[in-house]
């Protein structure tokens, strides 16, 4: 190989970014109580993980945080063992415990050495089938979760994403709802006991299972399902219309920033446009030289970053771009965020702009899907969607057949001006001048 002649090193390599990406497909098991097993055998790797997930997210709940607080105290305690304990013989085994949340579902994650599979079951046996929510562990997590609330919305960017919410969909939307946080002090420990037998069940689950899965391990956990119950709630509560405003503000006293969000509701994963909405949405602010972070950044020097994202739920999706600035820009830096998505209306992107874009598109692809475990969070976000993993490995397909003129399209489409939604919180009016 030649070396380059200036600095006697060898040349760089050449960049290849695939056309399509290779993604296994996971294996589906449906266990005698009908409940889907998808795994993703990767034995050389000598660990495993298991994912349990379920239809019991905020959107879910009756009683304002009871999915929260479920999902958080499944581990403080069982019938015979105390959350000490649990936690001990997570720690001996080496094995890792999760959780997560979101509007519409959570997701309960275990990661052990492949030896210590059936002890590690054994302690998950105590979190998803036996949880007990003891009263002073549920007060506990309540006084902090109250307080970690309180804090967070002193804080501009975390109140402008509520009122985001709240001013897309309305406050009365299970998407847009942002409860008191004194009602956690009214929060029961028999609502949180029935949120678990509604939606912890075996009716309402799927599992992703990777590493080091095959054979016993299978069974082993086809048995541990069978002790699941079933039945359940399977209808959650009445999905209003949204309700959006064209503008909403809040004033924070003593704060010197301002946190600004501009957006509208779209749609889910499954619409034809999203994949492309993804692109219109990266091209503004999808990466660190974004035009939203060129024009704020690097031209105005009104904020260190900007973002513009697509998100899904099931039932809907929004598109959002942000950023947050010092209030006296407030003003100007909305101009030019209206400006940038003008801009998108009315111009061509040109071609070497967005087969970078492309290029940082794959390459967040790629890396999300580096190793098993990257693998199971596709594949579960995946199924999630109504997809399989043919859905990712022809992802970039979707991606490289948007052009310039379909850009401008969706831009012109889904980026009214008048169906926008601007979001402002920082500084009174008054103050953003001194």
């Known amino acids: 190989m030649k070396r380059d002649s200036l600095s006697g090193c060898r040349p760089r390599p050449a960049v290849r970014i695939p056309e399509r990406i290779a993604v296994p497909m996971a294996e589906r098991h449906l266990t005698a109580g009908g409940v889907s097993v998808y795994t993703l055998p990767a034995p050389e790797y000598g660990v495993v993980r298991v994912s349990f997930v379920f239809r019991a997210g905020s959107s879910w709940q009756r009683v304002p945080f009871c999915a929260s607080a479920t999902v958080n105290n499944l581990a403080e305690g069982s019938r015979r063992m105390t959350s000490l304990q649990i936690a001990e013989q997570l720690d001996y085994y080496g094995s890792y415990f999760d959780v997560s949340l979101d509007r519409d579902w959570s997701v309960v994650t ?32 309540c006084a902090k979760s109250r307080q970690a609330l309180l804090v967070n919305r002193t804080k501009v960017d975390f109140m402008a994403r509520e009122l985001f919410a709240r001013s897309i969909y309305g406050a009365q939307h299970p998407y847009g709802v942002s409860s008191d946080a004194s009602l956690y002090d009214t929060l029961r420990r028999e609502d949180v006991a029935d949120f678990f037998r509604n939606h912890y069940t075996a009716d309402n689950c799927f599992v992703v299972a990777s590493g080091d899965v095959a054979g ?15 039945g359940g709630e399977t209808e959650r509560p009445a999905f209003p219309e949204p309700v959006a405003v064209s503008r909403a503000e809040r004033s924070v006293e003593g704060a010197v920033q301002s946190a600004l969000r501009v957006g509208r509701t779209l749609f ?39 973002y513009a994202a697509m998100v899904n739920f099931d039932r809907s999706g929004y598109f959002a771009a942000a ?41 967040e692809v790629m890396r999300i899907l580096d190793g098993p475990f990257g693998i199971a969070d596709v594949t579960i976000e995946n199924i999630q969607n109504g997809f399989d993993n043919g859905y990712t490995a022809g992802y970039m397909e979707q991606v490289r057949a948007v052009t310039p003129g379909r850009i401008r399209e969706l831009a012109q489409r889904y980026l009214v001006p008048e169906q926008l939604t601007t979001v402002v919180v920082g500084p009174a009016r008054g103050e953003q001048q001194a």
């Open 110 to 141: 275990f990661v052990c050495l492949s030896k210590y599979f059936d002890r590690t079951l054994a302690i998950a046996r105590e979190i998803l089938i036996e949880p007990r929510f003891p009263e002073e562990e549920l007060g506990v997590y």
């Open 216 to 230: 016993e391990r299978i069974r082993s956990l086809e048995a541990f399902l069978g002790e699941m119950a079933t």
């Open 268 to 306: 889910p994963r499954f619409h034809p446009d999203y994949v492309g909405m993804q692109v219109v949405a990266t091209v503004l602010g999808g990466y660190f030289g974004s035009r939203l972070v060129q024009n704020l950044r690097e031209e105005h020097g009104y904020t260190y970053g900007a």
């Open 323 to 363: 950023t947050e600035v010092g209030a006296p820009v407030t003003d100007e830096t909305l101009a030019q965020m209206m400006a940038e998505i003008d801009r998108l209306r009315g111009e061509l992107v040109p071609e070497t702009e967005l087969g970078m874009v492309r290029n940082i598109m794959a390459g």
